[in-house]
């Protein structure tokens, strides 16, 4: 009898259906071979069964050909001893997260953008998780950085590292220190020097009183401006009135640590209390109490000397610790100049916003730039002054280290007032041992 092509293959086709069949996880579950626990070595109609409409088999051959299995669902199991597999667990339900650069978060974790804290949440309302961020601005910001150099102020900017993932309301804190002034410091007379003399184009300390400067201090992340800036100043002018004599670098953990009635530590200081405490107590030199930038037990005695503190003096005839006179204020610009070039660098305070945070190098002026509503008042170290192309200038050390600005220092406008720098400025007289004292 004689088939067409497509009869031929319609019969091909289904007999493969047929030998396939019996692999499929929806057959019936048996049992088969279970039945009579016979196994057979051949081919044999004994060892087979009916399974839906054809047979599984529960011999050898049936296991023989890859990809033609017709064996019995439980041939494994009953003639091979091989365990029917473990059920695949259920599917878990899909859970809902949020993803942030090809990572994906539950509801409920957190991550940092930029200086912000985001949490993964489920809105009220329903719909997708979605990320809540706080909306905090941060220190470094990207209108500073890209503006500053196209407005030819004077001035560059960076982008440092060191403020990276900061919060610009931290940053006023922990970076700056000065609280604002009280009504009676604010109302402090001035010194009028009005001395009519020649001054010169351009003073450094740094240069006049070579190695009698101290170097630029970090504060670190602790708003202890008002402590380094009058330390700093303080050790200066111990050396020049002593002529090198009483060249100390002193410490500002002192007033950190031991000047704590109406001081807040890392989150602020006033400047006239710790002048009072530097004029009544006095400090210690680093080596003696290291700076730690955060508060710590002070380990002296309040009416203590460097004996009892056991601190080792510079000179064999100083006992006392080292003690100011009282403060001064002042106000005039040639009175600022005439004070550092007689006495030494002063200490001035100014007004910070956010993009000083970021000045590189240049004469300093407020670009408006960035955030203008945050601001905080810092205590700096003037040292000198000078001229650029007959733009007038203040030198000043800061204390966030060497790695910021001109090598830790910035020069800011000068006779402008510019954010608030010449409004008050301190000078103070350091207690010099007699017998060092400068002729």
């Known amino acids: 009898m004689a088939y067409s092509f497509d009869r031929m293959i319609l019969l091909v086709s289904g007999a493969v259906g047929l030998v396939l069949a019996y692999s499929g996880p929806d057959l ?8 009579t626990g016979q196994c057979c070595r051949d081919r044999q109609d004994g060892c087979s069964h009916r399974i839906l409409d054809s047979k599984c088999y529960c011999d050898e051959f049936c296991n023989r050909t890859a990809g033609h299995d017709d064996c019995c669902p439980d041939y494994p199991k009953v003639c091979l001893g091989i365990p029917d597999p473990e059920p695949s667990p259920p599917p878990l339900p899909a859970t809902r997260v949020c993803s942030y650069r090809g990572d994906f978060y539950q509801v409920g974790e957190k991550i940092t953008k930029d200086c912000n804290t985001c949490e993964c949440v489920h809105p009220a309302g329903g719909g997708d998780e979605r990320w809540e961020c706080e909306q905090d601005p941060c220190l470094m910001n990207e209108d500073v950085l890209e503006n500053v150099g196209r407005s030819r102020l004077g001035w560059r900017a960076a982008n440092y590292s060191q403020f990276q ?18 009504r009676e410091t604010a109302r402090l007379g001035p010194i009028n020097i009005d001395k009519d003399i020649q ?5 450094d300390a740094r240069q006049h009183w070579r190695n009698y400067i101290s170097p630029v201090l970090d504060q670190g992340w602790c ?31 002192t007033l950190l640590s031991c000047n704590l009635r109406q001081q807040q530590g890392c989150r602020g200081g006033n ?6 405490f530097a004029k009544n107590h006095g400090l210690v030199d680093e080596d003696c109490f290291p700076y730690t930038a955060k508060i710590t037990k002070c380990p002296f005695k309040k009416r203590g000397n460097l004996l009892t503190d056991r601190c080792v003096p510079v000179v064999p005839q100083r006992t006392s610790r080292y003690k100011v006179g009282p403060p001064g204020r002042l106000i005039k610009e040639h009175d600022v100049m005439f004070d550092i070039m007689q006495s030494g660098p002063v200490q001035a305070i100014m007004t910070v916003y956010q993009d000083f945070f970021h000045y590189r190098d240049g004469i300093y002026r407020r670009s408006r730039f960035g955030n203008n509503e945050l601001k905080g008042l810092h205590s700096v170290r003037v040292v000198g002054w000078g ?13 966030w280290g060497t790695q910021w600005g001109e090598d830790g220092y910035f020069r800011i406008a000068r006779g402008e007032n510019e954010s608030g720098i010449e409004s008050f400025v301190v000078t103070v007289l350091s207690d010099v041992t007699e017998a060092y004292l400068r002729k």
Do not use: H
């Open 387 to 399: 001229e650029e192309n007959g733009d007038k200038y203040w030198i000043v050390a800061n204390s």
């Open 223 to 253: 708003g202890s401006d008002w402590a380094v800036s009058l330390a700093t100043i303080v050790s200066d002018r111990f050396a020049i009135q002593s002529n090198g004599a009483e060249k100390v670098q002193l410490s500002p953990q």
């Open 165 to 182: 993932g900061k919060k610009l309301k931290d940053g006023l804190i922990y970076k700056l220190g000065t609280l604002p002034l009280s």
């Open 271 to 276: 400047i006239d209390t710790a002048w009072m």
């Open 28 to 35: 019936p579950p048996g049992p088969y071979c279970g039945i």
């Open 199 to 203: 001054y010169p184009r351009e003073f």
